[in-house]
């Protein structure tokens, strides 16, 4: 989704922003744009719609010296895919971007047209920016803000230049939002993602809601915060920058996407290694305190399939109750929060905004909150009372694979650390052992890798496709299918593989797909299911244990084996479905690791 980044610093400005925009282009966009104060002294807006490789060959014939900028990735919300709806949003001598939906545009952008002033975008944005111009007349510019955003409703982060100061100022609602200095370099500099400031901050900080930061170099520190009244505040947290900026180069892999799944044996291995043996023993430890009487699970997309995952672990070996409610409907359903309920939310970047909506709702009603998620420091990790990282790296690809793995994982871990046998060595030892046993059965996918590539060839060009399981395959299936439709292009639904006979079988015909998963729980009821597919032509696609019956009604039959993986296993079946779906997309040719209209992190509701 958007992505900001903000410079200040002696020189280089515009290359830095560039940098770091181009380190959020995994995050997805449409649109690219920059402004800077160039050598006559005026602020320069250069916007391009698709990539930022256009901005860049725009302003390949432009002289970028310059000691101030602000740039921007647009996912356009308000507004179609153009050059003039691209931020920066520039008027007379202030330029700004913006992140976030403001909810009241339509009725402010009124109120303004009534005053005489006028739009040259059909954003939302330029309203807050013209909002804080007419607000010029009556007052300076940090409280022209100030009040400006005290105005707009919803979730926003906005970040200014003021020509005639050299000066940024930013702000943010329950949006990303974080600012940094090096001292050294003389520079401060602000972004919407803390990865994109890596190298060029030493300290970040990251500021609280309605927070202005002021970016300035007149000011010795650099950077300074005030409350919603204009006087300083410390409500930010500030913490030394200890992340290393890997260029996450894709070596031999043609996409993220596969160098991400690949990664996967290593990063089960290492997640086990940090919570038996590292410094994740004392992040069980503190959750292993919790005595919840039930638990809210609430994730949007991917990581609420995790959520049913950590759901039937959670239920299955702590018999504790859990409800789950997917990030956006949770507030709406005017959840029942209980003293003792504990609200569980699991999210790769932490900075999902249904996510955090949720997890909001929890807070406000005392009850305890957990995150499972990948991103420290992030907005979900800052939020929570108790947080066990996933330790995924970096992901890249939009399409999320190791991240689902990981929280898989990590929530199994919750389950052990709330459960009667935390502690003792000898149960820790076993799933010690049944993690790295995963590891090595996803290591035999990943060399069998040709038998799934030769199935996608096949099965590539056919008109849908259901992804089925019961049981604990069920959240597998629901994964499955995402993955499919999200970077393929094609109709794909997840379905509990008993359900299909109440209605989804009209569907089925002889162009019609059924990737049956199959499992030993529940094997045999599975498999009378998908007779039922078979029985009207449907094309069975089995991944399942070496079983007869199995084997004689698949069309194609892909072998695992499931021995002594127990609950860990839909880990293992879904790394199949990865390359699957990583395959077929890859037949049809499709833009895998940023598919159309994705984004990486979604920070608007
Ligand atoms: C699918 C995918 C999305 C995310 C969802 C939540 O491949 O990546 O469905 O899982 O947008 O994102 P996070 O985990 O960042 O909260």
Redesign the pocket.
């Known amino acids: 989704m958007c992505g900001i980044v903000g410079h200040l610093g002696p020189s280089q400005s515009v290359e830095i922003v560039l940098e770091g925009l181009r380190r959020l282009e995994y995050r997805g966009y449409d649109s690219a744009g920059v402004t800077f104060l160039n050598q006559s002294g005026k602020l320069e807006t250069h916007k391009k719609t698709g990539k930022i490789v256009n901005l860049e060959k725009a302003l390949s014939s432009v002289n970028t010296d310059s000691m101030v900028s602000i740039g921007h990735t647009r996912w356009a919300t308000h507004g179609g895919v153009t050059d003039f709806n691209s931020h920066p949003h520039s008027h007379e001598h202030l330029s700004m971007v913006h992140n976030g939906i403001i909810e009241n545009a339509d009725s402010l952008r009124d109120t303004l047209q009534g005053k005489g002033f006028s739009f040259k975008s059909e954003t939302d944005s330029e309203v807050f920016l013209m909002l804080v111009f007419s607000l010029l007349e009556k007052m300076p510019l940090k409280e022209a803000i100030l009040k400006g955003f005290s105005q707009v409703e919803g979730n926003s982060a906005f970040v200014f230049i003021n020509e005639k100061t050299r000066e940024i100022f930013a702000i943010k609602r329950a949006a990303p939002l974080v600012c940094g200095t090096h001292h050294t370099k003389s520079q401060a500099v602000v972004s919407s993602d803390p990865y994109a400031l890596i190298g060029a901050a030493d300290r970040i900080y990251f500021p609280g809601d309605e927070v202005l930061c002021h970016l300035s170099p007149a000011n010795k520190d650099l950077i300074s915060f005030y409350d919603s009244e204009g006087n300083p505040s410390e409500n930010y947290k500030s913490q030394k920058q200890e992340m290393e900026y890997d260029p996450s180069d894709k070596g031999d892999f043609e996409h993220y996407m596969l160098k991400e799944i690949y990664e996967q044996p290593g990063l089960v291995r290492s997640l086990c290694q940090f919570y038996f043996d590292g410094d994740g023993k004392k992040f069980l430890e503190k959750v292993s305190s919790l005595r919840p009487n039930r638990f809210h699970i609430s994730?949007?997309?991917?990581?609420f399939y995790a959520g049913l995952l950590v759901r039937d672990f959670i239920e299955g070996i702590n018999r504790i109750p859990c409800v789950y409610e997917l990030g956006s409907e949770f507030r709406y359903r005017n959840p029942i929060l209980k003293e003792g309920d504990v609200g569980l939310f699991?999210?790769?970047?932490g900075?999902?905004a249904d996510?955090l909506a949720s997890q909001g709702e929890c807070k406000s009603s005392s009850i305890q909150t957990v995150s499972l998620v990948n991103v420290e420091g992030s907005s979900l990790y800052r939020e929570c009372d108790y947080n066990l990282l996933i330790r995924a790296g970096v992901e890249i690809g939009?399409?999320?694979t190791k991240?689902f793995t990981q929280m898989g994982l990590t929530g199994r871990l919750l389950a052990h650390a709330l459960g009667e046998h935390y502690g003792d060595a000898h149960h820790e030892k076993k799933l010690i052992d049944k993690f790295s046993l995963l590891a090595e059965r996803i290591d035999e996918v990943l060399a069998n890798v040709e038998d799934i590539k030769k199935i996608a060839e096949e099965i590539y060009n056919k008109k849908g496709y259901f992804f089925t399981g019961r049981g604990i395959y069920y959240p597998i299936a629901l994964e499955g299918a995402?993955?499919l439709k999200?970077i393929a292009y094609v109709h794909a639904e997840g379905y509990a593989a008993g359900e299909l006979k109440h209605g989804p079988i009209a569907l089925i015909d002889e162009e019609m797909v059924n990737i049956a998963i199959v499992g030993p729980e529940l094997k045999d009821k599975t498999i009378s299911n998908i007779q039922e597919i078979k029985a009207r032509k449907g094309i069975i696609v089995g991944i399942g244990p070496n079983d007869n019956s199995l084997k004689k009604i698949s069309d194609y039959f892909l072998e695992l084996n499931f021995e002594g993986l127990d609950e860990l296993s839909p880990l293992y079946v879904n790394v199949v479905n990865q390359l699957l779906s990583y395959y077929m997309a890859k037949f049809k040719g499709t833009d895998i690791d940023k598919p159309r209209n994705l984004a990486k992190?979604?920070t608007v509701e």
């Open positions: 994730a949007c997309g991917t990581a699991i999210s790769q970047s900075e999902t996510t939009v399409a999320s991240a995402l993955k999200e992190s979604v």
